[in-house]
């Protein structure tokens, strides 16, 4: 059974530091992404990681991938009040179409 | 172009009572996903439809949990004679084609279910 956890689970950041939320998985995938979610709202796709080392950058966020590990960064630069949500980890079963397996979450709070 | 929509937003229910979910996928995706997310919560995977193959319900809960998808587009999650310890928000996602090279899931906005 596939099993993903990330951590922290929760975050606090001042405006402007720089901070790491990872994600680790237990069994090979092929797959792992991404999402935003903002309070009540739906997931919002960030990145898609596809290959061992593929590295994606958007505005103050890079994600990385190291199938060898298990492992997926998410890489926060210069944060600001406009990335605080809650970042969710998926990851895909090899071999498989069928659903993605999520970590639980990481609620990152972007302090002024 | 049009989302994942999902109806409706809000459900409050009485406990035993049966509701029914909708999900309008994007036009022209042929996976769709149903996911349950209690609060504070990762999302927990239910069941998944691709094209015309038998859908994989290996996730869902109990019995009491069914769905369907008409047409290989619109579908309805059913709950029948409805628990307190169901109450959650069910999201809806599409993706384009089996997963893989970037095909993700695109998710609607979710139905916030409420058991009284």
């Known amino acids: 059974e596939l099993k993903v956890e990330q951590n922290p689970l929760f975050l606090s950041m001042q405006e402007g530091k720089n901070y790491t939320i990872y994600c680790n998985y237990s069994t090979t995938s092929d797959r792992l992404y991404w999402y935003r979610q903002d309070p009540g709202k739906s997931l919002e796709s960030l990145f898609v990681?596809?290959?061992?080392?593929a590295v994606k950058q958007e505005g103050r966020l890079m994600a990385s991938l190291d199938t060898k590990a298990r492992l997926s960064t998410l890489h926060i630069t210069a944060a600001v009040h406009d990335l605080s949500a809650t970042y969710f980890c998926?990851?895909?079963?090899?071999?498989?179409?069928?659903?993605?397996?999520f970590g639980s979450g990481t609620q990152l709070t972007v302090l002024p | 172009g049009a989302g994942v929509s999902q109806s409706p937003s809000n459900k409050v229910t009485e406990k035993g009572k049966d509701v029914e979910l909708r999900c309008d996928p994007i036009?022209?995706?042929?996976?769709l996903y149903w996911y349950r997310q209690s609060l504070g919560q990762g999302l927990e995977f239910l069941i998944y439809?691709?094209?015309?193959?038998?859908?994989?319900k290996s996730g869902l809960p109990s019995d009491r949990f069914s769905a369907e998808r008409t047409g290989g587009s619109v579908s309805t999650l059913t709950i029948q004679r409805t628990q307190q310890e169901d109450s959650a928000v069910y999201l809806c996602?599409?993706?384009?084609?089996?997963?893989?090279?970037?095909?993700?899931?695109?998710f609607g906005p979710g139905t916030r279910l409420t058991v009284t």
């Open positions: 998926a990851v895909g079963t090899s071999g498989s179409a069928r659903q993605l397996t």
């Open positions: 996602a599409s993706s384009p084609l089996q997963l893989g090279a970037g095909n993700e899931q695109y």
């Open positions: 439809f691709q094209g015309n193959s038998a859908p994989d």
């Open positions: 990681l596809l290959s061992n080392g």
């Open positions: 036009s022209g995706h042929t996976a």
